[in-house]
């Protein structure tokens, strides 16, 4: 989600109690997630040998990803090898992220866990740090390169089996056929190729209309220009029966012009989002044909990249898994999983995480 943001780069110093230190290291700006976390038992991927660890995000400047740096940090606490962090945010710039994984391995950094934002574009660099010693894990987003050449390991979100989630309700839910709007990120992103991947797999029938651009509309998870697509479309097109979206929060602003248009909101399928979920709730009266289905974030993806790279680089058990999973969080359908807004709380948080919604409102500001 390529937003501007201040440089942000810290040094955290993780005592042998497992809490966490934080010190600015360079830039200033803002920081995502602060404070302290207390390590019970040692993990078994945990091993022996004292390492230094980075983490470093294509894109660290918003909440999601402010609440990924915290989560990975947390679990980067659990492990007493640890005896330091570092973090660091490209802020959507491709050549400063490569520059940021030259300049982690110049420091003498033991390992690091990489969110490729760019992809293959910052693939020479992984190489190059996993060339050099470094034990490299990118994760969530497709860097291309092949695991053991290019870098340790990738460690990827079941994408996949989110579209054959949302194709199963929405097979059940309009056995009769429906017209699909397909609301993606940035073009040709991984993700969102994935999970239309996944939702043609169930979807196979041509009573299932895919509408708008294919394989989804690109609006790079910008809120304003996912309110143009959107605005567009219901222009465009008499009759939306589903929109399928990678990014929920975003969806938010644009989802009012259907009311505005005297039309009533579809079924949104996507990621959890607090923002999505309250407006849901908010509004779901005024709007016969609104449901809600979300599969989890994901943002915990993070703590298995971290397990697996403390692991190679300290001789602890390396996971089995090397896909995070995450299956259906709510079904506004379902009693089973009902839709969760707590109004007390920030928009821009997501309870699917580990950490409460408190602990992540204290992280976004909220």
């Given at each position: 989600m390529n937003h501007?943001?201040?440089?942000?780069m810290m040094l955290v110093t993780l005592a042998v109690s497992g809490a966490l230190s934080l010190s600015a290291c360079s830039g200033g700006g803002s920081t995502p997630g602060t404070g302290?976390?207390?390590a019970g038992e040692v993990p078994s991927w945990c091993g022996h040998k004292q390492i230094s660890l980075a983490m470093l995000d294509g894109f660290g400047g918003n909440a999601w990803r402010q609440i990924a740096a915290k989560s990975g940090r947390q679990e980067a606490a659990k492990c007493p090898s640890v005896k330091s962090f570092e973090y660091s945010d490209a802020q959507g710039d491709t050549q400063k992220a490569i520059s940021d994984i030259?300049?982690?391995v110049a420091t003498g950094v033991n390992a690091m866990v990489v969110f490729p934002d760019a992809g293959e574009a910052v693939l020479p660099a992984l190489r190059s740090a996993y060339k050099a010693g470094v034990v490299t894990v990118p994760y969530r987003t497709d860097p291309g390169g092949k695991n053991g050449i290019d870098y340790n390991v990738w460690i990827g979100s079941d994408f996949v089996d989110h579209g054959v989630t949302w194709g199963q309700w929405i097979k059940e839910k309009f056995p009769n056929g429906a017209k699909i709007l397909d609301i993606g990120g940035p073009a040709g992103n991984s993700q969102g190729l994935a999970q239309k991947q996944g939702l043609k797999s169930v979807l196979t029938d041509a009573k299932y209309e895919w509408i708008g651009t294919q394989p989804f509309e690109v609006t790079d998870w910008d809120p304003a220009k996912t309110q143009q697509v959107l605005t567009a479309a219901i222009a465009r097109y008499d009759h939306i029966d589903v929109i399928v979206g990678e990014y929920g929060a975003s969806l938010v602003g644009a989802l009012p012009r259907f009311p505005a248009s005297g039309r009533s909101i579809p079924a949104v399928l996507t990621e959890d989002g607090h923002a999505i979920a309250c407006f849901f709730n908010k509004n779901k009266d005024a709007n016969p044909d609104f449901n809600l289905v979300t599969v989890g974030?994901?943002?915990d993806n993070v703590r298995l990249a971290i397990q697996h790279a403390v692991a190679i680089a300290t001789g602890g058990k390396e996971p089995a898994e090397t896909v995070y999973a995450t299956g259906l969080f709510e079904?506004?359908?379902s009693k089973d999983h009902p839709v969760q807004?707590?109004?007390s709380l920030p928009a821009d948080i997501h309870l699917s995480a580990q950490l409460t919604g408190k602990e992540q409102a204290a992280?976004?500001?909220g």
């Open positions: 501007k943001s201040k440089r942000v302290s976390d207390t030259k300049a982690m974030t994901g943002v079904d506004s359908t807004c707590d109004p992280i976004v500001g």
